[in-house]
């Protein structure tokens, strides 16, 4: 398979529908893709309607966290239980459009594994209040400065990415907000696309402005630590994988016991 459409949610029943007919449309016939909701612990019937669109679609996907355990572990789940090459990670809450993703899957389906690539979306015109703008430029500008990945838009839910290269980088909470600087750090290269923005539609933002900023700070100290630690070595002769290695690799890419699919 070609592409994972991964979509982390919580308490986001009202914008299931639309947003598979809207992957749909935009995916069909173009891409051989899945969709993967993993549901964070909601406590409405986001998972009930992902259910329901199941038996018309074999292409959607399930996971459930028996217990909400933040953005970056969904993501997380679902990227380990993909079947796809590539995976698009999009916001569950429709602002994000994925009418972009075709423009952005023709960037990077031909591109070779090494070095690594990663598509971040940019939105250029941000439907949100403008207390979120501004608290976003804020964080941005400050991460930029220390971490100098050159992403003017990082908390953008639109990224395309390989599988693989996602599974190699360092997991902790709250690590998707820093993802392009993950990537430089591991040798690879970031391109920052613009992309439309929406205004919700439906339910409620499980963020606020002071939850963002305080965690962040935080983080972004762990991750420049990290990045100051760094030593990817330079291969100039590399054996090819052994047969018996088939195996393991195989069973990594299951899904985790403890990240029931359905």
């Known amino acids: ?10 308490n986001e029943a009202g914008n299931i529908a639309p947003l598979v007919a809207e992957i749909a449309a935009a995916l069909d016939g173009r891409i051989d893709y899945e ?17 329901d669109l199941q038996h018309g679609m074999t292409r959607l996907r399930l996971i459930r966290h028996a ?16 079947r796809g090459i590539w995976i698009a990670t999009l916001d569950g809450d429709g602002q994000n459009d994925p009418a972009d993703i075709p423009a952005l899957w023709r960037i990077v389906r031909d591109s070779p594994p090494d070095p690594p690539v990663l598509i971040a979306g940019q939105r250029v015109r941000r439907q949100d209040s403008w207390s979120k703008r501004y608290a976003s430029r804020a964080a941005n500008a400050v991460r930029r400065r220390l971490l100098h990945d ?15 290269v996602f599974l190699d980088l360092p997991f902790f909470d ?3 907000r820093f993802l392009p600087a993950l990537v430089l750090r591991e040798g690879g290269i ?15 933002s499980n963020y606020g402005v002071f939850d963002r900023l305080g965690v962040g700070i935080v983080d972004l100290l762990g991750v420049l630590w990290l990045g100051r630690r760094a030593a990817r070595p330079r291969l100039i002769e590399q054996a090819a994988p052994a047969e018996e290695d088939a195996l ?13 699919v359905s």
């Open 150 to 164: 050159d992403t003017p838009d990082t908390g953008c839910g639109l990224k395309l990415f390989r599988r693989a």
């Open 1 to 10: 398979m070609e592409l994972s459409v991964v979509i982390p949610v919580k």
């Open 35 to 51: 969709i993967v909701y993993v549901d964070d612990g909601s406590s409405d019937a986001t998972a009930a309607e992902i259910r």
């Open 67 to 82: 217990q909400s355990r933040g953005q970056s572990a969904a993501i997380r789940s679902g990227v380990r239980t993909a």
């Open 174 to 176: 709250h690590m998707h």
């Open 190 to 204: 970031v391109r920052s696309m613009p992309v439309n923005h929406r205004p919700r539609q439906r339910g409620t």
């Open 248 to 260: 393991p690799a195989t069973r990594a890419a299951a899904p985790h016991p403890a990240e029931p």
